[in-house]
């Protein structure tokens, strides 16, 4: 059981706090409610690339990183499709170096020319390392636009196209900052050995003055229905063939999520999972194969990816795919199948809890998605559901006419 | 008004609480490492085998290691895997230069259960013909993927180099290997280094000791019985080499040499310090010109890797293609001044603050302090020795970094291999 407490500032800031007296560290985390979905498609990659502005100094501070550094803090952040979120780990004892850089970045940027010039070079050269100089690397960046023809969930964080993040100005990043930024879009997470009272004087001081902004509307455009099997094949230099089938799902905050969620166990954890066992131990057609869902907030995707045994064609692997897909929907689960998968998302869920910063992330997590209680009834969630949720959930789910394929085609290198 | 210009008042991390595990005697050699200090019902165990891949050549110890619940005469790997899935069990294997190690994170209350089942399917690992033939036609197609990554093609380069007296550290996979391989060579490897292998137990959770002493004893007869002895000498060959990779993108860089470990235990701790600046932190040298100043990589780092009786340092980065010999001239720039000038006493106030900070860290917790201890453990030393990293970092000289930079960082003394 995750213990916390929860204040808001007049500007509309959600604080949270966890008081950990078994640490002599301190986490501040920062969950902004801004990612790549609010982006508009003439200029994707933002969202991303002003994570990486957040580090080029505030309106009173040059610089962020060393401050932090000099009171034995590290920190780092990341983007999603949905959120951006910032951590700071240092010593419990020289916490306020952390309030007073975050809530400064919070208040306003330094916004200089050599920071976006700069960092839109090392984005590009993350784009190269991450998605283009690697086997495979760019399937994501194809499967979303087979997969969403009008959300922004059609393209990566990363962006669609290294000339949005080439062509990048100091105009579109304030507006973006204007727009994104505010006290009232923040979940902020403080996590160590102190008393409530002196939390709520430190966040007081240092984020209290920060003036409101209006919360910008979200105004996404939704995703049609999808009513046909679609598919694209691409061909790469890459050594083996590779699948990738992409259900669509409902959103995060939908009852079935969990049940869906332990439906792709059921398919494509582990090596006893269906699909594991009989397409790669029983028929050999695949070298790997596995399911997970994106987990995203808006609607998801349920994906089942893999390789192909060598001479196996993807007309083979489809035909029993269908099949393995086709029992799961038509015969109740196994009470000890059913076991076996809550039982490692039990294990997960403790491994998860455990260590600072992870709870810190999770509450944010759970703030935005409506109540950071819900840290504290997920498992129980996972624990009542029963082999007939997971069927009348597959049913829905593992619908072919919701249902995108990227096949990856090996061409030979020429070597 | 609050004021936003001057910074909070610091205070520095200035002790470190260190716990050592419960020592459980296994045999002569061999001890099982038990830290019950876990607050909820997280519980992991590790066993340490001396069958890492300078064990024997053609990759019979990577395809050993892979194998290890692939069945026994008994038990299905279906099965076993089914078992250890069905206690909620999260099972891994990994491999290093020097050891093999398997993991199972999972409940406290199921550890015994788990331990039992993991300890049967290793020992009786039977090498079915069938599970050995997919084994490995899987792995030749991961081999063939890795082949398309510069930095897997940078770092065999580079081990060749770095290691360049000893076969047994330098050889990397081969495709060959994964179609000489016999059942009897992966039996016999098994026999001797798993079967005869063991090198500790370290479990980490809220387990009673009674339980701690059943598993200390099911370990008794595949415990070492001698101490494992490791080269004490691998030699480098200063070298500047590069291997092409059509379409690639990005090159990626490796530049390093055969240094020491904790048992040069002063020169060890004192290198770490020159090491953070130079490249181990956000705000080091190699990162504040070559990514936030001059945007050419996404990352550079640097590291001191230890082995068993020595270690080696390494840079390692990818960065654009038509970048590779400017950041070379970087990193050469960045060496070169630290082996010209004192660092100022505000940097090296930093990086005192941060290292303290990243030990307070790395120490927090039952888990973190585990590896703590093992990794002080496996050079014989004991947690007695981040006390001494402590007083190190609080009483290191620029001149001394100076002259560290001078005796073991000279740039005609580096393996340098590029691959893109």
Same mark, same amino acid.
């Given at each position: 059981?995750?213990?916390?407490?929860?204040?808001?500032?007049?500007?509309?800031?959600?604080?949270?706090?966890?008081?950990?007296?078994?640490?002599?560290?301190?986490?501040?985390?920062?969950?902004?409610?801004?990612?790549?979905?609010?982006?508009?498609?003439?200029?994707?990659?933002?969202?991303?690339?002003?994570?990486?502005?957040?580090?080029?100094?505030?309106?009173?501070?040059?610089?962020?990183?060393?401050?932090?550094?000099?009171?034995?803090?590290?920190?780092?952040?990341?983007?999603?499709?949905?959120?951006?979120?910032?951590?700071?780990?240092?010593?419990?004892?020289?916490?306020?170096?952390?309030?007073?850089?975050?809530?400064?970045?919070?208040?306003?940027?330094?916004?200089?020319?050599?920071?976006?010039?700069?960092?839109?070079?090392?984005?590009?050269?993350?784009?190269?390392?991450?998605?283009?100089?690697?086997?495979?690397?760019?399937?994501?960046?194809?499967?979303?636009?087979?997969?969403?023809?009008?959300?922004?969930?059609?393209?990566?964080?990363?962006?669609?196209?290294?000339?949005?993040?080439?062509?990048?100005?100091?105009?579109?990043?304030?507006?973006?900052?204007?727009?994104?930024?505010?006290?009232?879009?923040?979940?902020?997470?403080?996590?160590?050995?102190?008393?409530?009272?002196?939390?709520?004087?430190?966040?007081?001081?240092?984020?209290?003055?920060?003036?409101?902004?209006?919360?910008?509307?979200?105004?996404?455009?939704?995703?049609?229905?999808?009513?046909?099997?679609?598919?694209?094949?691409?061909?790469?230099?890459?050594?083996?063939?590779?699948?990738?089938?992409?259900?669509?799902?409902?959103?995060?905050?939908?009852?079935?999520?969990?049940?869906?969620?332990?439906?792709?166990?059921?398919?494509?954890?582990?090596?006893?999972?269906?699909?594991?066992?009989?397409?790669?131990?029983?028929?050999?057609?695949?070298?790997?194969?596995?399911?997970?869902?994106?987990?995203?907030?808006?609607?998801?995707?349920?994906?089942?990816?893999?390789?192909?045994?060598?001479?196996?064609?993807?007309?083979?692997?489809?035909?029993?795919?269908?099949?393995?897909?086709?029992?799961?929907?038509?015969?109740?689960?196994?009470?000890?199948?059913?076991?076996?998968?809550?039982?490692?998302?039990?294990?997960?869920?403790?491994?998860?809890?455990?260590?600072?910063?992870?709870?810190?992330?999770?509450?944010?997590?759970?703030?935005?998605?409506?109540?950071?209680?819900?840290?504290?009834?997920?498992?129980?969630?996972?624990?009542?559901?029963?082999?007939?949720?997971?069927?009348?959930?597959?049913?829905?789910?593992?619908?072919?006419?919701?249902?995108?394929?990227?096949?990856?085609?090996?061409?030979?290198?020429?070597? | 008004?609050?004021?936003?210009?001057?910074?909070?008042?610091?205070?520095?991390?200035?002790?470190?609480?260190?716990?050592?595990?419960?020592?459980?005697?296994?045999?002569?050699?061999?001890?099982?490492?038990?830290?019950?200090?876990?607050?909820?019902?997280?519980?992991?165990?590790?066993?340490?085998?001396?069958?890492?891949?300078?064990?024997?050549?053609?990759?019979?110890?990577?395809?050993?290691?892979?194998?290890?619940?692939?069945?026994?005469?008994?038990?299905?790997?279906?099965?076993?895997?089914?078992?250890?899935?069905?206690?909620?069990?999260?099972?891994?294997?990994?491999?290093?230069?020097?050891?093999? #190690? %398997? *993991?199972?994170?999972? !409940?406290?209350?199921?550890? &015994?259960?788990?331990?039992? +089942?993991?300890? =049967? /399917? $290793?020992?009786?690992?039977?090498?079915?013909?069938?599970?050995?033939?997919?084994?490995?036609?899987?792995?030749?197609?991961?081999?063939?993927?890795?082949?398309?990554?510069?930095?897997?093609?940078?770092?065999?380069?580079?081990?060749?180099?770095?290691?360049?007296?000893?076969?047994?550290?330098?050889?990397?996979?081969?495709?060959?290997?994964?179609?000489?391989?016999?059942?009897?060579?992966?039996?016999?490897?098994?026999?001797?280094?798993?079967?005869?292998?063991?090198?500790?137990?370290?479990?980490?959770?809220?387990?009673?000791?009674?339980?701690?002493?059943?598993?200390?004893?099911?370990?008794?007869?595949?415990?070492?019985?001698?101490? #494992? %002895? *490791?080269?004490?000498? !691998?030699?480098?060959?200063? &070298?500047?080499?590069?291997? +092409?990779?059509? =379409? /690639? $993108?990005?090159?990626?860089?490796?530049?390093?040499?055969?240094?020491?470990?904790?048992?040069?235990?002063?020169?060890?701790?004192?290198?770490?310090?020159?090491?953070?600046?130079?490249?181990?932190?956000?705000?080091?040298?190699?990162?504040?010109?070559?990514?936030?100043?001059?945007?050419?990589?996404?990352?550079?780092?640097?590291?001191?890797?230890?082995?068993?009786?020595?270690?080696?340092?390494?840079?390692?980065?990818?960065?654009?293609?038509?970048?590779?010999?400017?950041?070379?001239?970087?990193?050469?720039?960045?060496?070169?001044?630290?082996?010209?000038?004192?660092?100022?006493?505000?940097?090296?106030?930093?990086?005192?603050?941060?290292?303290?900070?990243?030990?307070?860290?790395?120490?927090?917790?039952?888990?973190?302090?585990?590896?703590?201890?093992?990794?002080?453990?496996?050079?014989?030393?004991?947690?007695?020795?981040?006390?001494?990293?402590?007083?190190?970092?609080?009483?290191?000289?620029?001149?001394?970094?100076?002259?560290?930079?001078?005796?073991?960082?000279?740039?005609?003394?580096?393996?340098?291999?590029?691959?893109?």
């Amino acid at each position: 059981m995750v213990q916390f407490d929860r204040f808001k500032l007049n500007n509309g800031l959600t604080v949270l706090f966890q008081k950990d007296t078994t640490t002599p560290l301190a986490v501040v985390n920062t969950l902004y409610d801004v990612g790549a979905r609010d982006e508009s498609e003439e200029k994707t990659g933002f969202a991303h690339l002003f994570e990486h502005l957040m580090f080029g100094g505030s309106v009173n501070i040059p610089e962020f990183d060393t401050p932090l550094q000099l009171a034995g803090g590290e920190n780092n952040a990341f983007t999603s499709n949905d959120i951006t979120n910032y951590y700071d780990v240092l010593p419990a004892q020289n916490i306020e170096t952390a309030l007073w850089l975050e809530s400064d970045r919070m208040l306003s940027l330094a916004f200089t020319e050599k920071s976006l010039e700069v960092q839109r070079n090392v984005v590009i050269e993350e784009f190269k390392q991450r998605y283009l100089n690697q086997p495979y690397g760019d399937v994501w960046l194809e499967l979303r636009p087979l997969a969403y023809k009008a959300h922004p969930y059609k393209w990566a964080t990363i962006g669609k196209d290294i000339a949005h993040i080439e062509n990048a100005t100091m105009d579109d990043v304030k507006s973006f900052f204007k727009k994104h930024y505010c006290p009232s879009k923040a979940v902020l997470c403080i996590s160590g050995n102190f008393d409530l009272e002196r939390i709520k004087t430190l966040c007081e001081k240092w984020y209290g003055s920060i003036p409101p902004r209006n919360k910008a509307k979200r105004n996404i455009l939704k995703e049609p229905v999808q009513n046909s099997f679609r598919e694209k094949t691409i061909e790469r230099h890459v050594p083996a063939d590779a699948f990738y089938y992409a259900f669509k799902m409902v959103r995060r905050d939908h009852p079935d999520y969990f049940v869906i969620d332990t439906l792709s166990d059921a398919i494509g954890r582990d090596k006893s999972s269906r699909l594991y066992v009989a397409l790669k131990k029983q028929q050999n057609l695949v070298s790997s194969i596995s399911a997970f869902i994106t987990g995203s907030l808006d609607e998801g995707l349920l994906v089942i990816s893999g390789k192909l045994s060598a001479g196996i064609s993807f007309e083979q692997l489809d035909r029993s795919l269908r099949v393995e897909l086709e029992k799961i929907q038509t015969s109740l689960i196994e009470k000890d199948e059913l076991n076996r998968i809550l039982n490692k998302i039990r294990t997960s869920k403790e491994f998860q809890d455990q260590g600072i910063l992870n709870r810190a992330m999770n509450l944010c997590f759970y703030e935005l998605l409506g109540d950071a209680k819900l840290i504290n009834l997920e498992n129980e969630k996972y624990q009542n559901i029963t082999a007939n949720d997971v069927l009348r959930v597959a049913k829905k789910t593992l619908n072919f006419n919701s249902c995108s394929l990227l096949k990856v085609k090996a061409i030979n290198n020429g070597k | 008004m609050v004021n936003r210009l001057s910074p909070p008042k610091l205070k520095r991390v200035d002790r470190i609480e260190f716990v050592s595990p419960k020592k459980y005697r296994i045999s002569n050699h061999v001890t099982l490492y038990h830290m019950k200090e876990v607050a909820n019902e997280t519980a992991r165990f590790d066993l340490y085998f001396d069958a890492g891949k300078n064990a024997a050549s053609n990759g019979i110890p990577e395809f050993v290691n892979g194998l290890l619940l692939s069945g026994t005469k008994d038990i299905t790997s279906f099965k076993i895997n089914d078992a250890i899935n069905g206690m909620g069990g999260f099972y891994n294997s990994g491999i290093s230069m020097e050891n093999s #190690v %398997i *993991s199972m994170f999972c !409940l406290r209350e199921n550890i &015994s259960t788990l331990f039992n +089942t993991v300890l =049967d /399917a $290793v020992c009786n690992v039977s090498f079915i013909k069938k599970e050995v033939e997919e084994f490995l036609a899987d792995r030749k197609q991961q081999h063939a993927i890795n082949l398309e990554k510069v930095g897997y093609l940078a770092h065999c380069g580079f081990q060749k180099k770095l290691f360049s007296n000893n076969e047994a550290y330098s050889s990397t996979l081969k495709a060959s290997d994964f179609e000489n391989t016999t059942a009897e060579q992966l039996i016999d490897f098994h026999a001797k280094h798993y079967l005869q292998g063991l090198l500790k137990v370290v479990v980490v959770g809220n387990v009673d000791s009674a339980t701690i002493q059943k598993i200390a004893a099911a370990c008794q007869n595949i415990a070492k019985a001698e101490p #494992v %002895i *490791s080269p004490k000498t !691998l030699i480098h060959l200063p &070298s500047r080499e590069s291997k +092409t990779k059509k =379409d /690639a $993108v990005q090159t990626a860089i490796r530049v390093g040499r055969i240094l020491f470990n904790k048992k040069n235990e002063q020169d060890y701790m004192d290198f770490l310090i020159l090491n953070t600046i130079l490249g181990d932190y956000f705000g080091s040298r190699l990162m504040k010109n070559i990514r936030e100043d001059k945007g050419y990589t996404y990352g550079i780092g640097s590291s001191l890797v230890e082995l068993q009786e020595t270690g080696y340092f390494i840079i390692a980065t990818e960065v654009g293609k038509e970048l590779v010999e400017q950041t070379l001239n970087e990193i050469q720039n960045e060496i070169a001044k630290l082996q010209q000038d004192k660092i100022s006493n505000e940097e090296l106030e930093l990086v005192r603050n941060f290292m303290l900070g990243q030990l307070l860290k790395n120490a927090d917790g039952p888990y973190a302090m585990m590896d703590l201890f093992i990794s002080a453990e496996m050079h014989g030393k004991e947690l007695a020795i981040y006390n001494k990293a402590i007083l190190a970092i609080q009483n290191i000289t620029p001149e001394r970094i100076r002259d560290l930079a001078r005796k073991y960082l000279n740039w005609n003394d580096m393996c340098i291999f590029t691959a893109g």
